[in-house]
């Protein structure tokens, strides 16, 4: 079987930490922030984790799909 090329667009945008969670930073954080309220703008700051059933799909894309 060939090998898959590792997806350089998500390897951007997310890290597998050590116990195999996918994190990513929430969207709609970039400019524009003063017209949103303050409780939006907590909100969209932080990292979160990314629910099983896609963190598996972007780990495959990312190669690490044996571990």
């Known amino acids: 079987m060939p090998k898959h090329k590792t997806h350089k ?12 969670k996918v994190k990513a930073h929430k969207s709609y954080a970039g400019h ?7 409780k939006r703008r ?4 932080g990292a979160f984790v990314i629910s099983h059933v896609f963190a598996e799909i972007m780990k495959e894309k990312l190669g690490q799909s044996g571990k």
């Open 42 to 45: 907590r909100r969209v700051g």
């Open 32 to 38: 524009l922030m003063s017209g949103k309220n303050a």
């Open 9 to 20: 667009g998500l390897t951007k945008r997310v890290k597998v930490t050590a116990r195999g």
